[in-house]
């Protein structure tokens, strides 16, 4: 009789919670919701693949866009890693070190050390993807090049996280032995990432005098790259080609301006997905950096991206809750937070999905997708609220002063929630968010 009014309360509070959730979605089941899509659709053996087309009458299979399938598995095995910090769960350890896995194939599908892959495809599975494919040694893969500096940031993040919060010795090796053979080709290669060919990609340039000059943003990604490559591998020759580059080639001091300054309301003028790929940077770099004068010059670096240059404003106005977290874990900003928690409450599901794939979970997690009003309209030249933003493969690429240019999704395609789940373990992990928000 004693344990009725416990099992009574028991139930009455999953009454409740159901009706909350069926009222309207909390942070963690968003995450639960996106992480679940992420599983059923967008993976293949941990791989996160980038933008679907559904399957229509004239091509019966769902295929993928795979552009940035390296960098995106990158940021999600990060997201895993995270997550099973929080969590402690070994089923979330064992699906981080899947995606890490993942990432192992994509450095080394080509056959060449050190040559990464974008994308890699079962060989005889059907594909519309519009990239240059390569069949792989194994005769198992087909694979995509032409990588860029954002794949290597993303991959570099992963393997960070990875290392640092879900890998076991093996798993430690592997990522030493990947991340080596990635730095170790581009400065066999005068700071260039070079394909299987030997040829530089399109965009491949971490030179010192070029970024320097011209790509200060690029000395911040080689930066990482170079601090994560040491820290994995504990060799001094990788401290050696940082000390260099950061110190004897000033590079560390380019990257004081990493992020271009300019009016956010001249179309174009800002390209939001560099600003991804210096938090991505970051991160790494803020957790493993403890010369006090390069460090003085990332936190230089990292605030003057937040804050603008004075004259234009820098990402601060923007309510993106992963660069709200960056700034509060490293520099003790805080003043971005309830801004960026607003943003992943206002986190639409229609910014990703067709009507009918909203319905689905819907019923299956039982929650309200269109619940409370809009955001306000906001003020002539400021920012706009997540959910008056069209659909977008990510909500952070997206240019969120111009957020409704992308009112006109192909009515097949839809996208993953990695760019929420990012965010949403970052907070998790930074201890910024609890699991009942």
């Known amino acids: 009789m004693r344990f009725a009014p416990m099992v009574l309360t028991g139930f009455c509070a999953a009454l409740l919670a ?91 599908v080509a056959g060449k050390r050190g040559v990464l892959a974008r994308a890699a495809w079962p060989k005889d599975r059907p594909s519309a993807d519009d990239g240059v494919w390569r069949d792989s040694p194994d005769g198992v893969h087909k694979w995509r090049g032409d990588v860029s500096t954002d794949q290597v940031d993303g991959v570099m993040f992963g393997l960070y996280f990875a290392h640092e919060l879900v890998a076991g010795d093996e798993e430690k090796r592997m990522i030493a032995d990947d991340a ?23 965009w491949s340039k971490y030179h010192p005098d070029h970024v320097r000059k011209r790509e200060k943003m690029n000395a911040l990604l080689f930066l990482q790259a170079c601090k ?104 003790d900003e805080r003043g971005g937070l309830e801004a960026g928690l607003d943003t992943l409450r206002r986190f639409p599901f ?16 039982e929650f309200d997708p269109d619940a409370g009003p809009l955001s306000p309209e906001p003020e002539k030249g400021k920012p706009v609220p997540v959910d008056r933003r069209g659909t977008t493969w990510s909500a952070w690429v997206q240019d969120p002063y111009f957020g409704s240019d992308w009112d006109a999704p192909d009515a097949v395609m839809e996208y993953n929630g990695h760019d929420y789940l990012l965010a949403y373990w970052t907070g998790r992990h930074y201890g910024f968010l609890s699991e009942e928000q």
């Open 18 to 108: 159901g009706a909350a959730a069926a009222a309207s979605p909390s942070l963690a089941l968003k995450a639960r919701v996106f992480e679940h899509d992420m599983e059923e659709r967008f993976l293949l053996d941990g791989q996160a693949l980038c933008k679907l087309r559904n399957a229509t009458s004239d091509r019966p299979h769902t295929d993928y866009n795979m552009p940035d399938n390296a960098y995106m598995t990158g940021m999600y095995t990060a997201t895993l890693s995270m997550k099973h910090a929080v969590t402690k769960d070994p089923a979330d350890r064992e699906r981080a070190l899947r995606s890490l896995r993942a990432l192992h194939l994509l450095c080394t």
């Open 180 to 202: 080596s053979a990635i730095l170790d080709l581009i400065v066999e290669n005068n700071f260039r990432i070079v394909d299987v060919d030997g040829k530089p990609t399109v």
């Open 228 to 331: 994560i490559t040491a820290h994995v591998t504990g060799n001094p020759k990788y401290a050696d080609i940082y000390r260099k580059y950061a110190v004897d080639e000033q590079c560390a001091e380019a990257a004081v301006e990493a992020r271009i300054c300019v009016n956010p309301l001249m179309p174009r003028a800002v390209n939001h997905s560099d600003d991804v790929l210096q938090f991505l940077a970051y991160a790494p770099l803020m957790h493993l950096e403890t010369d006090p004068a390069l460090r003085a010059l990332y936190e230089k670096s990292l605030r003057r991206s937040w804050e603008g240059n004075g004259k234009q404003p820098g990402v601060a106005p923007e309510g993106n809750p992963f660069y709200a977290f960056v700034m509060a874990k490293h520099l």
């Open 350 to 365: 229609r910014m990703k999905w067709r009507p009918d794939t909203i319905e689905k979970y819907r019923t299956l997690f």
